[in-house]
């Protein structure tokens, strides 16, 4: 009798744990009931996935927002090979989508059934959620999902901002001062000087056919230093469709909630894009590109972010939609090429190290080049903390005075937060006492790492005005860029000697030796791709020349019939051609100093043929796999350096037999993870 009270007893409890795990979630209205009158979530394995700020914001009933990042992740490596920039924005998109879309359904029917406030992302494959205890607990028990991060409100922009004549150190003020003339500073200001921008501007490059994108406060786009470079504008009318996103959708400042037109509810926007493109045809020439085009997305509200708003600039930026739209309605061929991001996202305030980290990797494979502040932490060692400047898919800079000092506040290295130990900042720009345009009309003074990030950025668009084949090859660009910077070494200081180091990165932007260091000469390679046993072409064959070192890698489709061309920097190529249901080919190109030729045969699939190259490579790219870049620029560098490559091995794309070749992979950093995002 006993043995069957038991079973009883044990089916009973069985039947009640079972009905737990399945309950629904709690609805908003029932979310709202006081904690006592509720049921409680027991905290169990599934609370492990919550992050520490969600369990302390779930307490005792309370609501609050948090980010459900699914597990699964997207393989976006294929995007490297892909022939240009769309294709390869329109397959990092595509890539997402589907593994979003798939992973993402039945949690969504979920949180609509019970009417639970939510939004999902295709950035990340997360999905934001407004709710309690109950709901984070309920939502961690799925097996797709990964973990739970907050979503706080964050300071974003703690800026040493100083009134004008104020020494670096001195105690941040809440409002910059303006500079009440409309028509100060009427010469090219000391901080783009230095930076030697005006000398790439004598050559005839001052950013055109280059967009930046920024994300910041928003911008005051009808300021005349940075209104006839918004992409929005014509000269006579404004459209913001595409070049234009609010992700604040509260009333709280005086943009109000989903602006329709890009407003700035601060002046910290306004100054950086200033920085980036600034002037106003007048004399006041306070920025690096002036004939570069930018567009904006505002991801704070008076100062104030989350990483919500964040991932959906970074959406948005993918591939931009029209004001009042959808991520759906996204135009990939509107994307920027570079971003400037003049915002942290504190660990100390409940942004986990990883909340960016997606975005981060989606925006690099799609070939736009994220470009960050180190933040204001300074002199601490290990105080680049907050992402995205902790990242090695960003490219993250300090601040400088006017006789290359660096900043009391600037940020320095190595990145302790995230286990990585990391070297930060990559390089350093002008950062103190930097005089741009003002939300309120005019320009002002500010100091901040916030200042420095757009110095590069801008120089950014030069350098891929001036050199087009670079754009989009963002390996190669930082590289570069490491390379001909103005070397500044240091002594045991940060877990760093020498250069590069944890102080100043690699050293001072020099974007006049970046220029001067890539030929603006051009080679053309050609050739036809045919079936190796029938002899017949093979149309939409897919041709890459990569670069031995640094990464640079350019590629092409063959057409109707089987004929390519491709035009790249002279220097020497691995060459390789793939094709469904074919082998991949695998031949070197050496010496491609004048037009060249290449042909493949191409077998059916197995075993791929490689050929090494064996003849010396030739300037200006290298004797060896790690070329020397030798600057021309007029100003003087403690050194040459040798460009080390940070991106990944290329695989084939999605459809292609893969083969390994015989020449190492140019990388250095550690794996990348790719994760995926979704449209709503």
């Not at 009905?19 to 979530?41: D, E, H, K, N, W």
Request: net charge negative; glycine share 10%; proline share 8%.
């Amino acid at each position: 009798m006993k043995s069957v009270t038991l079973w009883i007893s044990l089916f009973i409890l069985f039947a009640l744990m079972m009905a737990l795990a399945l309950s629904p979630l709690p609805s908003s209205a029932s979310s709202q009931v006081a904690p006592q009158s509720q049921p409680f979530a027991p905290v169990d394995v599934a609370a492990a996935k919550l992050s520490p700020w969600v369990l302390e914001n779930t307490n005792a009933g309370q609501q609050a927002e948090f980010l459900v990042v699914l597990g699964e992740q997207a393989d976006l490596s294929g995007a490297d090979r892909l022939p240009t920039r769309e294709e390869k924005i329109r397959y990092v998109r595509e890539q997402l989508i589907e593994v979003a879309t798939r992973t993402q359904g039945p949690l969504l029917k979920l949180l609509a059934q019970q009417k639970v406030p939510h939004r999902s992302f295709f950035i990340a494959n997360a999905v934001w959620v407004k709710g309690n205890r109950s709901v984070a607990v309920r939502l961690a028990r799925e097996s797709r999902v990964a973990r739970i991060d907050g979503n706080p409100s964050i300071l974003a922009i703690p800026e040493p901002e100083l009134q004008p004549g104020a020494q670096p150190g001195a105690k941040p003020d809440k409002k910059p001062a303006t500079i009440n003339s409309p028509q100060a500073p009427l010469s090219v200001l000391w901080n783009i000087s230095q930076t030697h921008a005006p000398q790439v501007w004598a050559m005839g490059f001052t950013g055109q056919g280059v967009v930046v994108g920024g994300q910041d406060t928003g911008y005051a786009w009808a300021h005349p230093a940075i209104k006839s470079q918004y992409r929005g504008w014509n000269g006579s009318t404004a459209d913001h469709n595409g070049n234009w996103h609010d992700s604040i959708h509260t009333t709280g400042s005086s943009c109000g909630a989903d602006s329709p037109i890009p407003c700035d509810d601060g002046y910290h926007g306004t100054h950086t894009m200033g920085t980036v493109a600034g002037d106003d045809g007048a004399g006041n020439q306070i920025g690096m590109a002036p004939g570069a085009q930018w567009i904006g997305c505002r991801n704070m509200e008076n100062g104030y972010g989350t990483p919500a708003t964040y991932l959906e600039c970074f959406e948005f930026f993918l591939a931009p939609y029209p004001v009042g739209g959808t991520p759906a309605q996204g135009d990939p061929a509107l994307a920027p090429d570079v971003t400037n991001n003049s915002w942290g996202c504190p660990p100390s305030e409940g942004c986990t190290p990883t909340s960016l980290l997606l975005a981060a990797q989606a925006q690099r494979a799609a070939g736009i080049m994220t470009v960050a502040s180190a933040g204001n932490a300074g002199p601490t060692c290990n105080s680049v903390r907050d992402p995205i400047a902790i990242y090695d898919e960003v490219y993250t800079i300090g601040a400088i005075d006017s006789a290359s000092n660096i900043a009391g506040f600037s940020s320095r290295g190595p990145v302790s937060i995230d286990g990585s130990n990391r070297p930060k900042p990559d390089l350093v720009a002008p950062g103190v006492g930097i005089v741009s345009s003002y939300a309120g009309g005019g320009y002002t003074t500010l100091q901040g790492t916030s200042m420095a990030g757009p110095h590069v950025a801008g120089a950014v668009a030069l350098l891929w005005s001036a050199r087009p084949l670079l754009k989009n090859q963002v390996a190669f660009t930082e590289a570069l860029l490491n390379s001909t910077a103005r070397h500044i070494t240091v002594t045991n200081t940060c877990s760093s000697s020498g250069w590069p180091n944890n102080v100043f990165g690699y050293g001072e932007l020099d974007i006049e030796a970046a220029v001067n260091a890539v030929p603006s000469s051009t080679v053309v390679i050609t050739g036809i791709v045919s079936d190796v046993t029938t002899l017949q072409p093979i149309s939409g064959a897919l041709v890459s020349a990569a670069y031995v070192s640094p990464s640079l890698q350019f590629a092409a489709r063959a057409d109707a019939a089987g004929h390519y061309t491709i035009t790249v920097v002279p220097g020497t190529y691995t060459m390789t051609a793939t094709a469904g249901g074919y082998a991949v080919s695998t031949d070197a190109v050496v010496n491609a100093l004048a037009e060249t030729q290449q042909d493949f045969g191409l077998s059916d699939a197995g075993p791929a043929a490689t050929v090494t190259p064996t003849a010396t490579p030739t300037v200006p790219f290298s004797s060896t796999l790690t070329p020397t870049f030798t600057s021309t620029s007029t100003s003087t560098s403690t050194s040459t350096s040798t460009i080390t490559s940070t991106s990944t091995k290329t695989p084939a794309p999605t459809g292609s037999s893969t083969s390994t070749s015989t020449i190492p992979a140019p990388s250095t950093v550690q794996p990348r993870i790719y994760l995926p995002w979704l449209h709503t």
